[in-house]
């Protein structure tokens, strides 16, 4: 009788692994995965079907996506049959979705491809479907508690002992790691040639009025080296120059990962479902420390964001017509007015109206206002007021009057600055007394954050009542900055209706806001003083010199302007 070989025939195999982001950082290694598939197979009596070619490994990949480089190329090469079996070492490996992990079986199945788990053994039978279920909603349940564990430990870590966790440092700042040792945490430290490139960024801003866009051309003109190398872009700009960590704090939990709200093209396979990102509440920010890395003083940094916004309101980049008081009306409904073009036509209107989407309700019965009508009598009205003679002398007596109320805010101020110190000298109390084993860490950390947050609001009223006090220029300067002011408008009024941009530039500069009702507009104004009253305002036909101060940005209240809406 002949006698047959009773060894397992040997067959083509390919192996496949994948870990995430958050699997990294536990030390989940995809090599060590691999190479006890590798094993495995080996054990089985299998080669693979290309030595390289046939370990598919994807690595720093959410298990959340399931279009994915090398699962693709293992399903691509799984039709062309250049393998027989496949091995994994769990199901949560192909996904971390009960329904993704069925569609990759099935598939496998249909083309007469084996499978193997190495942790968890599946049966080709309606039990091994059952488990296969099973190990699929684990895998789902797992992925939501590792999330959660990361979340949890990162937060906790930011908000009481004060560490930074997470997030790309911005330029002009480096992180350190935390050594193998574990006797120091990671921290903040400055770079100090690209610490300089911040510090000249906000100066260009805070003192010669650069837009971000004109701040990035200047960037790259002056081959002013970015941290990888390439060139400066508008959006980097704006984020260099909205981070707080230059005023010595940083925050966590600021952002959160969203779904994009539009799809971009895709250049290459995703990491993450998440791409976007959106700011949380204010009241979730988790504020962390970082004094080390302050070179900017606040009240620059406080500029700079004014600026950076108001150039946002009104920048003229999407706007093709001329709309002389653009973002300046405000209905009295609540929301901003729109300039808006329509079949030849330029108008002012709310966007509350009846048929506009999410968030507005439909509410405001107000007309929409023809563009060149209301800029025609704003202009006429402006210029009527402050050509006017006896105009400056009253301006003057009520600058004058608001001023005094200046004091009493002073006596305020000192009162929070004085609680201030005595809240840094109980910090450093409590710190003396942890140092000399009083106090034991955590009531250390609980007592420092209190006092922290008790600072850091004291602080903020002092930002809010110096806001609320009138700059105390000269009243004798301000009278003679505007009569210059007046004097000039005199010379160049023709020049100016000629000049549109020139002419918006001063109606912005006085005008802060027109409130719109149903009969009427009221415009609260404002005259500009020193600098302001004619660096942005003087015409190229005709240069003035500037003989006022550079620091000189007192603003005047005047009364509001009044006038009825032209009907359409």
């Known amino acids: 009788m002949e006698k047959h070989d009773e060894r397992p025939l040997r067959v083509p195999a390919a192996i496949y692994s994948r870990v995430s982001t958050e699997e990294q950082k536990t030390g989940d290694n995809i090599d060590v995965h691999v190479r006890a598939l590798n094993a495995l197979m080996l054990e089985q009596g299998n080669y693979l079907w290309d030595t390289k070619l046939g370990i598919y490994k994807d690595e720093a990949y959410s298990g959340a996506i399931l279009a994915r480089p090398e699962l693709d190329r293992l399903r691509d090469d799984a039709k062309l049959g250049r393998y027989q079996i496949v091995y994994f070492l769990h199901p949560d490996r192909i996904a971390r979705f009960n329904h993704y992990i069925g569609l990759v079986i099935n598939e496998l199945r249909e083309l007469g491809i084996r499978f193997v788990f190495k942790n968890t053994p599946v049966g080709d039978d309606p039990q091994g479907d059952l488990m296969l279920n099973i190990y699929g909603s684990f895998a789902e349940y797992e992925r939501a508690v590792i999330s959660d564990r990361f979340r949890a430990g990162k937060r906790h870590k930011a908000q009481h002992k004060k560490l930074i966790v997470g997030g790309v440092a911005p330029y002009g700042i480096r992180y350190i790691k935390k050594d193998k040792e574990g006797r120091q ?53 704006y984020e260099i120059l909205h981070r707080t960590e230059y005023i010595g704090m940083a925050y966590y939990n600021k952002r959160e990962s969203v779904l994009p709200k539009q799809e971009k093209p895709l250049q290459g396979y995703r990491r993450r479902l998440r791409t976007a990102q ?27 964001q004014e600026k950076l916004e108001r150039n946002r309101i009104f920048s003229n980049r999407n706007t093709k017509h001329e709309y002389l008081v653009k973002q300046l009306l405000r209905c009295q409904c609540g929301y901003a007015w729109q300039a808006d073009h329509y079949a030849g036509y330029t108008y002012y209107r709310c966007p509350n109206r009846s048929g506009n989407v999410y968030p507005y309700d439909g509410k405001c019965s107000i007309k929409s206002i023809p563009a060149k009508k209301l800029d025609s009598l704003v202009w006429n009205a402006l210029t009527t007021i402050v050509l006017r003679p006896g105009f400056i002398t009253q301006s003057v007596e009520k600058f004058k009057e608001s001023c005094s109320g200046n004091s009493t805010i002073e006596k305020d101020i000192q009162l929070e600055n004085k609680c201030v110190t005595q809240r840094e000298q109980e910090k450093k109390r409590i710190w003396d007394a942890y140092k000399a084993g009083v106090i034991s860490l955590r009531r250390y950390q609980e007592e420092d954050t209190k006092i922290t947050a008790t600072i850091q609001n004291h602080q903020r009223n002092v930002r809010e009542l110096s806001a609320q006090k009138v700059n105390g220029l000269p009243a004798e300067f301000v009278q003679n900055s505007f009569e210059a ?77 009044r006038h009825h809406p032209p009907k359409r």
């Open 185 to 237: 945490d990671g921290y903040y430290e400055l770079v100090p040639d690209e610490a300089l490139v911040v510090k000249k960024m906000f100066e260009l801003i805070d003192a010669r009025d650069f837009t971000a866009r004109k701040l990035t051309r200047w960037l790259n003109e002056h081959n002013v080296p970015t941290r990888k190398g390439g060139k400066w872009t508008p959006s980097t700009v």
């Open 278 to 304: 959106r700011l949380r509440p204010r009241d979730q920010w988790i504020p962390i420390p970082v004094p080390q890395c302050k070179i900017i003083p606040e009240g620059t940094f406080q500029r700079v």
């Open 485 to 561: 002011l007046r004097l000039h408008l005199q010379r160049n009024l023709k020049l100016l209706e000629h000049d549109f941009p020139t002419r918006q530039k001063l109606v912005r500069s006085f005008v802060r806001e027109g409130l719109v009702s149903e009969r009427n507009i009221t415009f609260r104004c404002r005259i500009p003083c020193g600098a302001q009253a004619t660096s942005s305002l003087t015409p190229p036909a005709s240069r003035i010199s500037r003989n006022f101060p550079e620091d000189a940005s007192g603003i005047l209240p005047i009364a509001s302007v």
